[in-house]
């Protein structure tokens, strides 16, 4: 709660302002296996490549990467997360109707019990990509995601008030090999006039 | 600039060379094709299974120019010379106003395209086009797979105007 | 293609050595073209400024797969096709949105032999004209000459 000025100290701890026995079976499970809805292939390299402004021939130049130690076309090691990605209409259900592709999914069921506390604004803060293995062009990258933690205190942030969580992200191709851990952290937020009523009375 | 109408009149009936599309036939561009226009949400492995040839409304896609290249070509072909003239005379903005196509074959998944495009017309000077006062263009895409083949022919009209002017709603 | 390629070698870097500054502009069709066409994020925030701004937004704004690609492609446009990032962190603060120009540099801040491979750690940023868009640490495996 606020002291007697209204105000709380950056990143101090508070009384709770949400139940977090709704949040504690949600955390260090991952998700069931999914699919993605492409292929790694020269037509997605090529967008990102163009986006980018990238010429690494291993992306691009065929003929170059058969020849080089990787015998084949990659794919840029950032793009591991491309495929996770849902649809645009996945997305429009998601995010305009509030419909989600992967109900069960633990990030899923974390966001409707943030949301319903109040917590209603959501922003990716930071990402760590930790690379085990190269992409090839014809991968097919299976994913499980779940939520490694969360804060079990309100943060002041320039958003407003919230809390932090991080996801972990596990990528394998088809030979369920593993690609990438990635780390990815969420700041969710109260929207600023519902922080004022909370906080300033 | 002002207009050398003459030098665009004198590109008519100038055909570029065959030129290959970016990339050949291919699932994803097909999905995410239907993806947008026809909201079909299925994943690529159906597609994998279920696809013979492209929807022929993608022919024109794989003609498109790439949103960035670390070589960029410059305009030599006739079609892009005429374009080029007209954008230098001001007619800066250019859009499709109308599209008429015929398919002879379909596009199989892994065929190549390849593509000339003709001018086949300019209007004779201003006119009021869906988009505002400017040029008329007609060009002449003929679409062939890699064989020779021909796949379609397609007449593009496209305006070229100063400023568009079409009314809005808002 | 014969565009002439070229590696940074290991021997040849050095701690607190830094890497050539290069700029981006930020404009509509970066972000949105990041968002959907490059990374598949079909998050409307990214490409719908109507929608950006009934969230609050003053526009629409770069996600963070646009982000972390351009960093690492400017990563690896410097060390070239033989090397490697096998690990990269990336935060980011200030959101990057149509009009801004994003300056990205890198400092090498550590360098070091392990398990047969070549390492150099790299603190990067990316700045635009509000401040830090995304900084970070990678740890980049490059050749070696011998």
Not at chain 1, 71 to 78: K, T, Y
Not at chain 1, 86 to 99: L, N, R, Y
Not at chain 3, 69 to 84: D, I, R, S
Request: glycine share 6%; aromatic share 8%.
């Amino acid at each position: 709660m606020a002291n007697k000025f209204g105000v709380l100290p950056f990143n101090s701890p508070v009384e709770p302002t949400m139940d977090y026995s709704k949040i504690a079976p949600l955390i260090g499970v991952q998700s069931p296996r999914h699919l993605p809805h492409d292929r790694v292939t020269v037509e997605d390299v090529d967008r990102w490549c163009q986006v980018m402004r990238d010429t690494n021939p291993l992306y691009t130049d065929e003929e170059y990467a058969r020849q080089s130690p990787h015998g084949g076309l990659l794919a840029p090691s950032g793009m591991v997360h491309v495929f996770a990605l849902g649809t645009m209409k996945a997305a429009i259900d998601q995010f305009v109707h509030g419909k989600c592709e992967f109900p069960d999914d633990p990030n899923v069921k974390l966001n409707t019990v943030v949301e319903e506390e109040g917590y209603t604004g959501v922003m990716a803060t930071a990402q760590r990509q930790q690379h085990f293995r190269r992409l090839r062009v014809g991968d097919e990258i299976h994913w499980t995601l779940g939520i490694a933690r969360l804060s079990d205190y309100d943060h002041l942030t320039r958003q407003g008030v919230g809390r932090k969580y991080q996801m972990l992200y596990q990528f394998f191709n088809q030979n369920d090999e593993l690609l990438c851990n990635q780390t990815f952290d969420v700041l969710v937020y109260r929207a600023p006039m519902s922080t004022r009523r909370l906080y300033a009375g | 600039m002002a207009l050398d109408i003459a030098a665009v009149k004198a590109l008519v009936g100038k055909e570029s060379a065959l030129m290959a599309a970016r990339h050949r036939a291919n699932i994803p561009d097909i999905r995410h094709w239907c993806e947008v226009i026809r909201q079909d949400n299925r994943s690529y492995r159906e597609f994998e299974k279920s696809t013979v040839s492209a929807p022929a409304a993608l022919l024109m896609v794989w003609t498109m120019p790439p949103l960035w290249s670390p070589e960029p070509k410059a305009p030599t072909e006739p079609h892009e010379r005429a374009i080029r003239l007209l954008e230098e005379a001001g007619y800066t903005t250019g859009l499709a106003v109308a599209l008429e196509q015929k398919f002879m074959r379909p596009l199989k998944v892994g065929e190549r395209l390849s593509y000339k495009v003709k001018v086949s017309a300019v209007s004779p000077g201003e006119v009021e086009t869906g988009i505002g006062r400017g040029y008329q263009l007609d060009l002449h895409y003929t679409f062939q797979n890699q064989d020779g083949e021909l796949v379609s022919e397609q007449v593009c009209r496209r305006a070229q105007v100063t400023k568009v002017t079409a009314q809005t709603k808002h | 293609m014969s565009r002439e390629i070229n590696n940074v070698y290991w021997e040849d870097v050095q701690v607190k050595q830094d890497l050539p500054e290069k700029s981006r502009v930020i404009d509509t069709t970066l972000i949105a073209m990041g968002a959907t066409w490059a990374t598949h994020d079909f998050m409307p925030v990214h490409h719908d400024r109507d929608f950006a701004q009934s969230k609050g937004a003053p526009d629409i704004f770069m996600n963070i797969l646009t982000s972390n690609g351009l960093m690492m492609t400017y990563l690896e446009q410097w060390a070239g096709p033989k090397a490697v990032i096998k690990d990269i962190s990336i935060k980011l603060s200030v959101p990057n949105f149509p009009r801004d120009k994003m300056d990205m540099n890198a400092r090498i801040t550590r360098k070091w032999q392990e398990k047969g491979e070549n390492l150099i750690e790299v603190a990067f940023n990316g700045d635009n004209q509000m401040g830090p868009h995304a900084s970070g640490t990678a740890i980049i495996s490059l050749p070696t000459r011998g």
